[in-house]
């Protein structure tokens, strides 16, 4: 889309959660996945995430800080054991 010279990005991705609206990163801790809410399309699993209380954020907010915390990028039918969280 262009208005006036200027080229806007928009991102289609699903609606963030409440708690979690300014992050584009959610992790599990009970799996160490972290999903891109840009790009993740499944809702279920996120909602999930949140109801259990198991989300984590990242700051700074970017997959290398998730990845230096020992998370991986969550793909469409990556399943991981469920493992009690820590904190």
Request: glycine share 10%; no cysteine; aromatic share 8%.
């Amino acid at each position: 889309m262009r208005r006036n010279g200027i080229t806007a990005n928009i991102v289609f991705g699903m609606e963030r959660p409440i708690r979690f609206e300014h992050a584009r990163f959610l992790g599990d801790k009970r799996t160490q996945l972290v999903y891109d809410l840009d790009e993740w399309e499944d809702e279920a699993i996120i909602d999930e995430i949140v109801e259990q209380g198991v989300g984590l954020q990242f700051g700074p907010d970017t997959l290398v800080e998730a990845r230096n915390r020992g998370y991986t990028l969550a793909t469409p039918g990556k399943h991981r054991l469920h493992r009690k969280p820590r904190a």
